[in-house]
């Protein structure tokens, strides 16, 4: 079992930043590919970012490339989330999760979730 908690979201304008931090507990946090995942209000779940179990690899949706960075501390047990040059199409409840497999964008391979942090970016 992992327990996930979001935190640092919050309200910024249009064009500032935020960082998203996830701190996890229970089984060994390194043996696990982690990602981040957001729903907007009537809207799937979209993937974000992932990142594999070392830090090594990395994968970003098209529509925040160049824009947000997924990192890890696996001595802390945290993963991250910094979010730059932020669009008012960013708003959603970002999610942070888990997965025993590989780095994947594939939200029902993921078996651990948090219980997500809220973004609102305004225009």
């Known amino acids: 079992q992992v327990q996930l908690v979001e935190s640092g979201g919050g309200l910024v304008q249009a064009g500032g930043s935020l960082r998203l931090s996830c701190a996890a507990s229970g089984r060994t946090f390194s043996n696990y590919a982690m990602g981040w995942f957001r729903q907007a209000p009537g809207k799937e779940r979209e993937f974000v970012a992932g990142?594999?179990?070392?830090?090594?690899?990395?994968r970003h949706a098209d529509s925040v490339k160049g824009r947000f960075t997924i990192s890890r501390d696996n001595a802390k047990n945290m993963v991250y989330l910094q979010m730059n040059s932020l669009k008012p199409e960013d708003t959603a409840v970002y999610y942070c999760a888990a997965n025993r497999q590989v780095l994947t964008t594939n939200a029902r391979a993921y078996d651990y979730w948090g219980q997500g942090t809220q973004v609102t970016v305004s225009s």
């Open positions: 990142i594999n179990w070392s830090g090594s690899s990395t």
